[in-house]
């Protein structure tokens, strides 16, 4: 049974950071690309970032409200994805979730695609 | 960046009623899209992805069509598990987005 779960969250000043873990377990992690998105209270789901597999370079895409300031990493020994949010604002406070990427095929060319597996998030809370 | 539109943002509806949402894509996105289900408090899961692929498991009342920049998800007979948030997302290109939401309500 496939598994994502956070961990890491809570309550963080202003400009302190933060490491935010995601752990899975149930398939080959190596496999496949893992992202990261959020929530913040009573709004809409928002895409923070991904990263891909190693047999693709490894390589990150983030959006950007996050980029410079968050970063995304992977331990395919552990079967973890991070977040590390280096300096976080007041609006970053949201519920953050990761999520599992399926590889597709457009026009014979591997892209990364949609999202299926997620965890149950984990509240982060940016406030002095 | 892809801005994505859904309509409505709330729909007021009953058991039994056929439902459906739109959603817009600001430039083509061929058929990269997926929708996803929230209720409060949890996380989303997914219900279709590329457009029109019903994700296992998911109910048969569920499809998804369109291609390019429109596209709607259409739920045939709503159940009461149904009402719940519902979300359109683009991973054509980065960043990825997402519509606003359109929430399903108790008519």
């Known amino acids: 049974e496939v598994q994502l779960v956070e961990s890491g969250g809570g309550l963080v000043q202003p400009g302190r950071s933060l490491r935010l873990s995601c752990t899975a377990s149930?398939?080959?992690?190596?496999?496949?690309?893992m992202s990261w998105l959020r929530q913040a209270p009573g709004k809409g789901l928002e895409w923070v970032g991904l990263?891909?597999?190693?047999?693709?370079?490894?390589?990150?895409e983030y959006a950007a409200s996050v980029k410079g300031r968050f970063t995304i990493s992977r331990d395919d020994s552990k079967s973890i994805a991070y977040l590390q949010m280096i300096s976080p604002k007041t609006e970053d406070t949201a519920v953050y979730y990761c999520?599992?990427?399926?590889?597709?095929?457009?026009?014979?060319?591997?892209?990364?695609?949609?999202?299926?597996?997620w965890g149950q998030g984990t509240l982060v809370t940016v406030s002095s | 960046d892809i801005q994505m539109t859904q309509s409505p943002s709330t729909l007021s509806a009953s058991v039994g009623d056929r439902v459906t949402i739109t959603c817009r894509a600001s430039?083509?996105?061929?058929?990269?899209l997926a929708w996803c289900q929230q209720k409060p408090g949890k996380a989303p899961q997914i219900l279709i992805y590329?457009?029109?692929t019903l994700e296992s498991g998911v109910p048969s009342r569920f499809s998804g069509s369109g291609s390019g920049t429109e596209f709607t998800l259409t739920i045939s007979s709503l159940q009461p598990d149904d009402f719940a948030t519902y979300y359109c997302?683009?991973?054509?290109?980065?960043?990825?987005?997402f519509g606003q939401g359109t929430k399903v309500e108790v008519k």
């Open positions: 999520t599992r990427v399926v590889l597709v095929y457009d026009s014979g060319s591997p892209k990364w695609g949609n999202f299926d597996y």
């Open positions: 149930g398939f080959a992690f190596g496999d496949y690309a």
């Open positions: 990263i891909r597999s190693k047999t693709y370079g490894g390589t990150t």
């Open positions: 430039q083509g996105i061929s058929s990269w």
């Open positions: 590329k457009a029109s």
């Open positions: 997302q683009q991973y054509n290109s980065y960043p990825w987005t």
